[in-house]
């Protein structure tokens, strides 16, 4: 199973995880995790940086396309996302 796991650093320093989104086996993604944060995925999507031009946004319908561009919506000091897995 493809998955995708994002991390919050606290204020001590260290990082925990605040959701991991897996690709379903009907191709849609699934995040789990902080209610908030997997909420504002499912209804904002994110940015597809892979696109040329004109950034779509990509909601987790959009598969395995999503799980790869959470790397690049998530690459801060403060949220870091993994590489599909």
Excluded: W
């Excluded at 940086?49 to 000091?77: C, H, Q, T, V």
Aim: proline share 1%.
């Amino acid at each position: 199973m493809k998955f995708v796991e994002i991390y919050k650093l606290k204020n001590d320093g260290n990082q925990e995880i605040i959701g991991i989104c897996r690709l379903g086996a009907d191709g849609i993604v699934v995040c789990e995790g902080d209610t908030i944060f997997c909420d504002n995925l499912r209804r904002d999507g994110i940015i597809d940086y892979s696109s040329d031009g004109f950034r779509m946004r990509l909601f987790p319908k959009d598969g395995i396309k999503f799980l790869e561009n959470l790397k690049f919506a998530f690459r801060s000091g403060y949220l870091v996302a993994t590489e599909v897995k």
